[in-house]
């Protein structure tokens, strides 16, 4: 039995509470119909063109993203831009999209959670955890370790084969063989994490858009972490398997089901590397 939009949104909320995303941000519903039916669901991490395009021609009912398509206010919705023109495209092909971004950052599992898994790393907790009245599981970023310590060059190599490849690649700062045991992460943009990766007494950082002077700043201390930089769409791509994996078993504990995909298009800003 397929379920209905409000179905499908009432499972996302509760694995993705939208009181748990930062106050910046935007979460929840962008089109749709609370009673439409849904039979299939495709999850992607950016609302793009590529993918509302590959949402269209695959006949899918609902998109659920990690990043917003609206994160700014807007005053026009007009088909004059190119985010107006999507939103006309969603409406007109009776295309629901749901955005699960912070929330999904601070859940437990999250998107950090994904990240964590994929490259190895074991007995996690939040590195940025929410403030009181929340659960202590609940949080941004994650720490943990690995099973067997590994040189910094075997550990970046084993991030470049665990993620999905971009032109960006992995960057990496710090000595080849530094022996990497304690591992932080953070899917997304991670540089104003530093301090608490420091604090956390992390061997090596795993995190995307690290820019120059954060970064160096953050290798002038000797105890420092090493620094692994991947693209912002690999480090969160992970997440997808996650909230297809948890949507499912929600929906079956209600008795529905749903065709899901997951997007593998490279929706990453970088399209070549010279």
Request: hydrophobic share 40%; glycine share 8%.
């Amino acid at each position: 039995m397929n379920p209905s939009l409000g179905d499908v949104v009432g499972v996302l909320d509760e694995l993705y509470d939208p009181a748990w995303a930062e106050s910046w941000d935007a979460v929840g519903l962008v089109t749709g119909e609370l009673d439409q039916p849904i039979r299939k669901v495709l999850f992607a991490v950016d609302p793009m063109r590529a993918v509302i395009d590959e949402a269209i021609e695959g006949g899918f009912d609902l998109i659920v993203s990690h990043h917003p398509l609206l994160l700014r206010g807007v005053n026009s919705v007009a088909a004059i831009n190119p985010k107006g023109k999507v939103i006309h495209d969603l409406i007109r092909n009776n295309l629901a999209l749901h955005v699960c971004h912070t929330n999904a950052d601070n859940a437990n599992p999250g998107v950090s959670d994904a990240l964590a898994a994929a490259i190895g790393i074991a007995n996690t907790r939040p590195l940025k955890p929410m403030p009181p009245g929340f659960p202590s599981s609940l949080g941004g970023g994650r720490i943990g370790n690995l099973q067997q310590p590994m040189p910094l060059a075997d550990f970046a190599d084993r991030v470049r084969q665990n993620l999905p490849p971009t032109e960006h690649g992995v960057r990496v700062s710090g000595d080849p063989d530094r022996l990497i045991e304690t591992v932080a992460v953070v899917g997304g943009s991670g540089d104003s994490e530093f301090d608490r990766v420091r604090a956390a007494g992390a061997d090596a950082y795993v995190t995307a858009d690290l820019r120059h002077h954060p970064a160096t700043e953050a290798r002038a201390y000797d105890e420092g972490p090493a620094l692994v930089d991947v693209a912002h769409w690999a480090s969160e791509w992970p997440w997808l398997q996650d909230a297809e994996r948890l949507l499912l078993a929600g929906l079956a504990d209600r008795g529905s089901t749903v065709d899901t995909h997951i997007s593998t298009l490279c929706t990453d800003a970088w399209t070549l590397r010279l």
